[in-house]
C-alpha cells in the first residue's frame, strides 16, 4: 500500500488557552480528494490552520510526503508542497487577477511550473477575461476562483480549501467542481472543509466527520449521507 500524502495522528490546537481540536487523526492519500464534514464551528476550518501552520498545535505525527511539518511556519509548509485557500479568500483587492497570480508564482520543489498562465486560464476559462480586473471589481464567486488559481500557482501537492462553495452562486459551483475535478484527475490531493453535500459527494473519496472538536466518523464518502442529522445507517 502507497503511503499517504498527508498524515496527521493525535493533533491538538488552540486559539489561546481555548482548546479547539482533541486527538484528531486522519490520511489523505496521493491523488485522492478527502472531506471534512461538520456544523459550523466544529474544528474543520481549525484542522486546515494546524496543518498550514497557522495556529498553535501539536501532533504525534503531522507528515507531509514522509517529512516531518509540524511546527514549520506557514511559509516554509507552503514550500513544501502545500496551497491554502482560506475562507475569507485573501485575494489583494487593489491588484488585478494577473498581479495576484504574479505574487504568488513559486516553481515547484523540483523547479518546475505545472502552472503556467495558458495551463491555469484553460481550468479557469472566467479568469482569462478579467486578468486585468482588480479583485474589489470580482464578485465573490470570481474571487474564489482567483483565490484557488492563486493557491495553484505555488505548484502544490496537496491543495487545503476551506468552504471553497460558500457565498458563491450555483453555477460558479459547478465550474468550480468541474474544476476540482480535474485537479484531481491530474493527481493534486485535495483536502477540504466542505458543508456543499453534493459537491463533496461528487468529487471526494472519503469523509472524516468532525464535531466539537474530535473526529466522530470515518468512512467512504458514499456512506457518509445522514451522519450529521444522525440519520446515517
Sequence with gaps: MTAPLLEIDGLEAWYGPAQALFGLSLTVGRGEAV???GRNGAGKS???????GLVRHRARRLSLGGADISGLPPHRVAR????????DRRIFIDLTAEENLALARRPGRDGIDRWPPERLFALFPNLAELRGR???AMSGGEQQMLAVARALVGNPDLLLLDEPSEGV??????????AL???KADGLSLLLSEQNAALCEELCDRAYH???GALRWSGPMADARGIEDGTAE
Design 35 to 37: 472531506a471534512l464534514i
Design 46 to 52: 481549525t484542522t486546515l490552520k494546524a496543518v498550514m
Design 80 to 87: 513544501r508542497g502545500v496551497g491554502y485557500v482560506p475562507e
Design 134 to 136: 482588480r479583485g474589489d
Design 169 to 178: 452562486a450555483p453555477i460558479i459551483v459547478e465550474e468550480m467542481g468541474a
Design 181 to 183: 475535478r480535474q485537479l
Design 210 to 212: 468532525i464535531d466539537q
